[in-house]
């Protein structure tokens, strides 16, 4: 299972792949992280945890839940986006301040032409601003994948918001370097797969 957590002025937070028990949640929120980030959607499933985990993470006192979603290449990319945009707002999950983030640090889930891949990624995030607007989108990737996804010089998916990985280690943003036309990041995945509260996590930083 893999977490991701987050750190704002000194805010952590998690990204989750499977079921955060009450446990696990109340864990995290004594030693400081107050947001997670849940994974909505993996390929061509919606992740079932994804309510539960937003359940229990608010019970526990977290305060901010955003989502990831790594999507299908099968899939129309408008029809793969309503579905999971719609169980989670049928289900009333997703609060005014979450994010919904495209996964694109995992280069497996994408074409293999650099056109493909930017049409595919464009119609992705076109539908999710659709159900929130444009400011509550981000891009999860890193300087060497979005090169390899996408053209260098591309730059349509700047009004998106950014999370980085860099895992050096570092809760600041002074390791960043532009690109994509990306000149400050939102958020940075500094360290990778480590043990927390019992649970295989990233670590993020706000």
Same mark, same amino acid.
């Given at each position: ?86 169980? !989670?707002? /049928?289900?009333? &999950?997703?609060?005014?301040? @979450?994010?919904?983030?495209?996964? +694109? ?26 159900? !929130?607007? /444009?400011?509550? &989108?981000?891009?999860?990737? @890193?300087?060497?994948?979005?090169? +390899? ?28 370097? /532009? ?6 990041? @939102? ?20």
């Amino acid at each position: 299972m893999i977490i991701t957590f987050i750190a704002s002025i000194q805010t952590l937070g998690a990204d989750i792949s499977e079921r955060l028990s009450n446990i696990h949640a109340k864990c995290l929120f004594e030693n400081g992280y107050h947001q997670i980030v849940v994974q909505a959607q993996y390929g061509s499933s919606i992740n079932q945890e994804a309510i539960k985990n937003y359940e229990v993470a608010t019970a526990a006192g977290i305060k901010r839940v955003d989502y990831y979603i790594t999507p299908s290449t099968a899939n129309d990319p408008v029809e793969q986006i309503r579905k999971t945009m719609d169980v !989670l707002q /049928s289900h009333n &999950v997703i609060q005014t301040n @979450s994010i919904v983030w495209l996964n +694109a640090e995992d280069i497996d889930s994408y074409f293999g032409t650099q056109r493909e891949n930017q049409v595919f990624i464009l119609r992705l995030l076109e539908e999710i601003s659709q159900h !929130l607007g /444009s400011e509550r &989108v981000g891009v999860y990737t @890193s300087n060497q994948s979005w090169m +390899a996804l996408v053209d260098p010089n591309w730059r349509d998916t700047i009004i998106y918001k950014l999370k980085y990985a860099h895992f050096d280690g570092v809760t600041d943003f002074d390791d960043f370097v /532009s690109f994509g036309g990306w000149k400050k990041p @939102s958020m940075k995945t500094f360290t990778g797969d480590v043990n927390e509260c019992g649970m295989r996590i990233n670590k993020e930083y706000q």
